[in-house]
C-alpha cells in the first residue's frame, strides 16, 4: 500500500488491523481531479485546516465510511477518505493547534428533513431533504462519494446526491445497497406535515411529520413523495433555535403569514443589541438563518424577531427567545 493513497479491504468479521513504521506528520499528496480516495497521517487532521494547492480546490464533503457514509471533521490515523476536487493539485496534510470549529452537515441538515436507514448489523445511513439548499450551497455541494465496493452497505438519492431540494409531487427514488433484512426506515419531516409518502415496491408507506417502518423482506424500489408542501404559515412563529446550546452556529426558524418587514436581532445578557441578523422585506412562508457566534464568548444570548405587514401594518409580531453559546 502506498502512503498517501487510500484502500477498501473486506473482512469475514469485526477485527483490528496492526499498522508498524515510523511515524509520519506531514504528507503531499497528489489529487486528480474528481473523486480522491485519500490515506492518513500518524496524527489527526481538521477537515478545515486541509490546505492545498492552489486553495480552495475542494469541491464536496470529506467522506469517510464505517457501515455507511458520513461526512467528517477530521481525517484520523489508520483510515481513509473521499474527497473531491474541481482541479489536479496537491493535498497537505498536518496537524495543526488552532482549534477550527466543524459545521456537522448531519446537524444542519436534519433541522430541514432526514430519512434514515438502519440494517440487522448496524449499518446506518441517513438522507437529507428540505425547501432549499442552505445559504450559498447548491446541489453540487451534496454529491456523494463513489458507490463502495459490492457487499457494502449504502444509500443515497437516485441523484448521487445526500441532500435533495424537495418540489411538490416529485419522485425521489433512493438507492439501496448490501443491506442485511429486516431494515428500519425512519423519518423526520417537519415542514411537510404529513403529505409524503414512501412508495416501497408496491407497498404505500404514508408518512406524518416522523415515525419509523420496519421492512422483513428484500426491496427492490424505494421512492419518496411529497403530495403537498404548506409553504404559506397561518400565523406568525419565532421557533427555538437548533442546536441549542451551540458552537459556533446555529440555525433560527420563524414563519411569516404574510409579507413583512423583518428584523432579527441578538442581543447578550445585559440587553445590549450585538448583532443585526437579518432584516429587510420578505416573503410570506417558512423561514430559516444560521448564525455564526465565532467573535462572541461563551454565555446566554436573546435572539428577538420583529415582523410587521406590508399591508396591514397593524398586523405584527415581536417574541423573543434565549439560546446559550459553550465553547
Known amino acids: 500500500m502506498t502512503i498517501g493513497e487510500g484502500y477498501w479491504k473486506k473482512f469475514l468479521d469485526s477485527t483490528e488491523v496492526a499498522l ?41 464533503l470529506v467522506f469517510g465510511f464505517h457501515g455507511g457514509y458520513d ?9 481513509a477518505y473521499w474527497l473531491k476536487t474541481n482541479q489536479a493539485d496537491e493535498l497537505i496534510l498536518k496537524q495543526v493547534t488552532k482549534i477550527i470549529p466543524f459545521d456537522n452537515l448531519k446537524i444542519m441538515l436534519a433541522q430541514e428533513g432526514s430519512i434514515w436507514i438502519n440494517d440487522a448489523d ?12 442552505p445559504a450559498g450551497q447548491t446541489a453540487d455541494r451534496y454529491e456523494l462519494s463513489p458507490t463502495p465496493p459490492e457487499g457494502a452497505f449504502d444509500v443515497r438519492f437516485a441523484s448521487n446526491h445526500l441532500f435533495e431540494k424537495i418540489e411538490a409531487l416529485k419522485e425521489y427514488p433512493i438507492l439501496l445497497s448490501s443491506a442485511h433484512y429486516p431494515i428500519t426506515i425512519g423519518w423526520d419531516i ?71 418587514r423583518v428584523t432579527l436581532e441578538i442581543f447578550n445578557l445585559l440587553g445590549q443589541l450585538i448583532h443585526v441578523v437579518d432584516g429587510g422585506i420578505e416573503s410570506a412562508g417558512y423561514k430559516s438563518i444560521r448564525w455564526n457566534s465565532s467573535g462572541f464568548a461563551t454565555g446566554v444570548y436573546f435572539y428577538r424577531l420583529e415582523a410587521v405587514s406590508i399591508s396591514n401594518p397593524g398586523l405584527n409580531f415581536t417574541q423573543v427567545k434565549k439560546m446559550l453559546v459553550v465553547k
Not at 448496524?122 to 439548499?133: F, S
Not at 397561518?234 to 433555535?241: I, K, P, R, S, V
Open 20 to 60: 508498524s513504521g515510523l511515524a509520519l506528520s506531514v504528507d503531499t499528496i497528489p489529487l486528480k481531479e474528481g473523486w480522491n480516495l485519500i490515506g492518513s497521517i500518524s496524527v489527526p487532521v481538521l477537515v478545515n485546516s486541509l490546505q492545498t494547492s492552489p486553495p480552495g480546490i475542494i469541491s464536496s
Open 190 to 260: 417537519p415542514f411537510q406535515d404529513g403529505n409524503a409518502l414512501l412508495k416501497i415496491d408496491d407497498h404505500i408507506v404514508r408518512m406524518g411529520v416522523s415515525g419509523t417502518f420496519s421492512v422483513k423482506e428484500p426491496i427492490s424500489r424505494c421512492v419518496l413523495i411529497v403530495n403537498g408542501l404548506h409553504n404559506i404559515p397561518d400565523h406568525y412563529a419565532l421557533e427555538q433555535n437548533y442546536p441549542n446550546p451551540f458552537n459556533p452556529t446555529t440555525t433560527i426558524r420563524y414563519q411569516l403569514p404574510v409579507d413583512s
Open 71 to 79: 461526512n467528517v471533521d477530521s481525517i484520523r490515523p489508520g483510515r
Open 122 to 133: 448496524g449499518n446506518a445511513q441517513g438522507l437529507y431533504i428540505g425547501m432549499e439548499y
